[in-house]
């Protein structure tokens, strides 16, 4: 590679900078993999907050990668593992109080497969109970797991490990993308002699190696297709290991690995789908890496790398051997495809292949092709680094709403008792994880995040009790809720602006409401809601550019997002009465109506900027300021019409009707609690601001 032909140069440097123009570039390479770890940890606490299960959960592939763009348009890839199973090689890692499962590796196992054999759980022994049809006992008589039993799909809601113990098969959520599996802390046999091979190029090296090693592996349950023991056999999955070997790789390498990816998706899986996966183009190109200098891959050397990856793979094609790159004796092409799929796709790879780049030109994935002839035709004026703004804003967006969900997941469970104690005690625990994770610096900054959301509750139910037994509060609540204050831009300031209300102290309300509105840029700050699925509209484009100009993700949080307040109803003492109407929403006429994610409706919940709006209206009605009032109310009406990504605009209009009443407007009153109930139409507080609204205006009618 060292002779570049000025041709090849030439095509090379202008399909770096076409992948560059779609976001794949170092900048967003790394803001990827940032908010995707942290996404990680976020993912993990909420699993752990709604099944009171000890999980852990690992996002695996190409967007914790960051080798994927909007156009291939590439799954999560989750791997769910419960600690409480554990995997062991050796007789003496068996450990008490777990579910022991030895792995077995002989000849009567497919290469990069498994069985496992059910321990007991008093004593390092094998089991000898068969309970259930999960389980069977083999030739040899050992007690073997079957595969089956981490089937999201199944009747069996539970699966019996003995007498005493149970194993929930269905640990919270299951979706498309998430596999459950179980971890080993032992590299796998089966890959001990990766540790020892020699590359060209030195990559990976023996320090890569050893970190490879150290991450352990899964089983998850998969059985090779056409085995005899499919239903018995656990797929042995290096992942992690994997995941750290591709973060290793430079730009060239990423972009490489992305544009056999198109390829794929445009030329072979149109026509031979489930051919060749992902997975084996990102294979082919660890062992082309590994067989080559790192200096090789360089941007004007793109077109070059991507040949010889599309030549190694038609190789592995041509011999139905592609041999996964820490376990070689798991080839991932076995049986894979019929003679006629084979011949298709050896033709089409042949083409683009001796194309020398031109094959490109027929990507439509990401506008590829036109993008590429506009470096030469410049035929319109691309926006430079559109793409990577809007995909840096949805990135901040996905990792604000995990944080708000996770959030509101602990607070129903907790509003449905007297929850100071058992705040303080998480609160606690989650102080505790931050620690912990010191030298992990996106799980650090996810438990950090959760823990200001539970400070301020803690704070703010600490002085509901101080407010229900005297006007006063007590500096331990101030405290709580200042590790909390800046969570984002607006909701946990609003929350200390509403304490301040609730106790009389109108002034420093009043300062608070001031020092947010000048902090909350309407051209920029999102609101942030996850309380329910809706469809969010189109963000602000100074929102998304912020978001990719930004190297820390997490101060983003503070200043450009706005969650919705929430209080929980031990909290009632600390927010106005007209916001507490909405804990109690639900008639028993419309309790049917709601699903088990609308336990949200039992607390109070409004948007960030109508409430600011709707203090200021109370505290300048308080203070007597008649024209701060009047533009407070209308500030209020006109985000609630202007703003469409709010996710409680029918209390907003609860609100607003409320503050109609006490202008003595009740005409404009009954028509905000009608477009309220027009948004929903049960579970909604307007029903009973009507019925009191209609019972007054007829007893004034009567007078």
């Not at 077109?303 to 004796?329: A, G, K, W």
């Not at 989650?430 to 996106?442: A, E, R």
């Not at 109070?604 to 701060?628: G, I």
């Amino acid at each position: 590679m060292s002779e570049i032909p000025d041709f090849t140069r030439n095509v090379s440097l202008r399909l770096s900078k076409v992948l560059d123009e779609i976001g794949v570039n170092e900048r967003m390479v790394k803001k990827r993999r940032r908010l995707e770890i942290m996404y990680e940890a976020l993912l993990t606490i909420g699993q752990k907050l709604s099944t009171h299960q000890d999980v852990n959960i690992y996002i695996l592939g190409s967007k914790v990668e960051g080798t994927t763009t909007v156009g291939l348009n590439s799954d999560i890839d989750v791997l769910l593992t419960l600690t409480r199973f554990n995997v062991i090689q050796d007789w003496s890692e068996w450990e008490l109080g777990k579910i022991n499962l030895l792995m077995i590796q002989d000849d009567t196992v497919s290469p990069g497969y498994c069985l496992l054999q059910t321990l007991r759980q008093d004593a390092p022994f094998p089991e000898e109970k068969v309970y259930d049809q999960r389980w069977y006992r083999d030739r040899k008589g050992r007690v073997l797991l079957k595969n089956s039993i981490v089937n999201p799909t199944t009747d069996a809601e539970r699966v019996r490990h003995g007498p005493e113990q149970s194993i929930d098969e269905k640990p919270g959520f299951y979706g498309n993308d998430i596999v459950l599996g179980f971890s080993c802390q032992q590299w796998p046999l089966q890959a001990r002699q990766w540790m020892n091979q020699q590359s060209e190029g030195q990559w990976p090296t023996y320090d890569m190696k050893q970190y490879c090693k150290d991450t352990g592996c899964f089983v998850v349950g998969v059985g090779r297709k056409g085995s005899v023991n499919e239903e018995l056999e656990w797929r042995i999955s290096t992942s992690l290991a994997e995941r750290f070997l591709m973060l290793s790789l430079n730009i060239t390498q990423i972009r490489c690995y992305v544009l056999m990816k198109m390829i794929m998706k445009t030329f072979i899986t149109t026509q031979c789908p489930d051919s060749i996966s992902s997975f084996m183009c990102k294979t082919v190109l660890l062992h082309c890496i590994k067989s080559t200098i790192n200096n090789a891959w360089k941007e004007n050397t793109l077109l070059i790398c991507l040949n010889y990856c599309l030549t190694i793979l038609y190789n592995c094609v041509v011999n139905e051997y592609c041999p996964h790159f820490i376990i070689p004796e798991n080839n991932l092409m076995a049986r894979r495809f019929t003679p006629v799929t084979k011949q298709i796709i050896l033709d089409r790879l042949s083409c683009i292949i001796s194309s020398n780049g031109s094959a490109l030109l027929e990507i439509e994935c990401d506008q590829l092709g036109f993008r590429i002839q506009n470096t030469f035709l410049r035929l319109v004026e691309i926006v430079p680094e559109y793409l990577s703004c809007m995909i840096s804003g949805q990135l901040v967006k996905d990792t604000a709403h995990t944080v708000n969900e996770c959030v509101m997941v602990l607070l129903t469970k907790m509003n449905k008792s007297n929850p100071i104690r058992l705040l303080l005690k998480t609160l606690y625990k989650y102080l505790m994880k931050v620690t912990h994770h010191m030298n992990q610096v996106q799980q650090k900054l996810a438990y950090r995040a959760i823990a200001k959301c539970l400070s301020m509750h803690s704070g703010s139910a600490l002085a509901s009790i101080n407010l229900q037994s005297e006007r006063s509060v007590c500096r331990g609540s101030f405290d709580l809720m200042t590790l909390g204050l800046n969570i984002d831009v607006a909701s946990g300031k609003l929350k200390l602006a509403s304490i301040f209300y609730c106790t009389g102290d109108i002034e420093r309300a009043e300062i608070i409401l001031k020092n947010i509105e000048e902090n909350y840029d309407l051209s920029v700050v999102e609101p942030i809601c996850k309380c329910y699925d809706f469809q969010h509209c189109k963000r602000k484009w100074a929102f998304h550019k912020l978001c990719y100009e930004a190297n820390d993700e997490y101060a983003l949080l503070q200043s450009i997002t706005a969650f919705c307040v929430r209080f929980l109803r031990c909290e009632i003492n600390c927010c106005p009465k007209e916001l507490q109407h909405e804990m109690f929403r639900s008639s028993q006429q419309d309790l049917p109506y709601r699903s088990y994610r609308d336990e949200w409706m039992d607390l109070a919940v409004v948007d960030s900027l109508p409430y600011l709006y709707f203090l200021q209206y109370k505290t300048y009605s308080h203070l007597r300021r008649n024209r701060d009032k009047q533009a407070a109310i209308s500030n209020l009406a006109k985000c609630i019409v202007e703003e469409p990504n709010f996710g409680h605009k029918e209390t907003a209009l609860n609100l607003l009707g409320q503050c109609m009443e006490q202008e003595n407007r009740m005409d404009a009153a009954l028509k905000c609690y009608l477009l309220s109930l027009k948004i929903r139409g049960r579970n909604n507080a307007a029903k009973f601001h009507i019925c009191r609204l209609v019972s007054s205006m007829l007893r004034q009618g009567l007078h």
